[in-house]
């Protein structure tokens, strides 16, 4: 069946370093999410890639689709500690809404 | 819009025991999803419905139970409660647009339902 890996599994880093999360699927995915969950929340949405090689910003995140619409990444420009937390990307296997989400990474921003 | 509410938000339950998880959305999304989250892990499909009257087992379907009489409702059933079925257990839907570069293909989570079997 589909598999979804992100790597790093955790990752700490300092107050204003950079972050980058990376997302593998084993299937062609139609279109790609990403969602962040904070301690004890639940996911909140955050953009949806949709064309192969496509980038979009959202203020001090980059969002990535590979050229194959099987890996992502996201990107986190000079972190705050308002960006902890768990970050997920997730996707439908092409022609399907069965909604498959990645392992996830866990970020702590260290003040 | 309440947007998707979950029923109840934590429960205990004995080993053996039965219980439903119920999950209901106002916003006429066409599709919903049960996942659960173990302690510090990620988010696992149990079962999806594109709508009334289909579901669809999902990655790890075992020991759980659905239906989807109506639009709104997507209840989990439990059957016989597990302490592997420990877990936060997350309602979620879509409106399910074919083809949509829109924002209408978006998961709306539930605040989630913490069961603990013991």
């Known amino acids: 069946g589909q598999q979804v890996m992100q790597i790093p599994q955790y990752q700490h880093v300092q107050e204003g370093e950079d972050f980058t999360t990376y997302c593998n699927s084993s299937?062609?995915?139609?279109?790609i999410q990403w969602y962040k969950q904070r301690p004890g929340g639940h996911p909140v949405f955050l953009i949806q890639?949709?064309?192969?090689?496509e980038v979009k910003k959202q203020k001090r995140l980059t969002f990535q689709f590979g050229e194959a619409k099987k890996n992502s990444s996201l990107h986190i420009t000079a972190t705050q500690t308002t960006d902890v937390g768990t970050y997920f990307c997730?996707?439908?296997?092409?022609?399907?809404?069965?909604?498959?989400f990645g392992t996830g990474t866990r970020l702590k921003v260290l003040a | 819009n309440a947007g998707v509410t979950q029923t109840p938000k934590f429960r205990i339950l004995k080993i053996g025991q039965s219980m439903t998880l119920q999950c209901a959305q106002d916003?006429?999304?066409?599709?919903m999803y049960w996942y659960r989250q173990d302690p510090g892990m990620g988010l696992k499909l149990i079962y999806y419905?594109?709508?009334?009257?289909?579901?669809d087992k999902g990655e790890v379907p075992n020991g759980y139970n659905v239906s989807r009489s109506t639009t709104e409702d997507f209840p989990l059933r439990l059957e016989l409660a597990a302490p592997s079925q420990t877990s936060v257990y997350f309602c979620?839907?879509?409106?399910?647009?074919?083809?949509?570069?829109?924002?209408?293909?978006?998961?709306?989570f539930g605040a989630g339902s913490r069961l603990t079997v013991l």
């Open positions: 997730a996707g439908p296997t092409s022609g399907t809404y069965k909604y498959i």
């Open positions: 299937t062609t995915l139609s279109n």
């Open positions: 890639l949709v064309k192969s090689g």
């Open positions: 916003m006429n999304h066409n599709y």
């Open positions: 419905s594109v709508g009334a009257g289909i579901t």
């Open positions: 979620a839907s879509i409106r399910g647009l074919r083809g949509s570069l829109s924002g209408a293909n978006v998961l709306t």
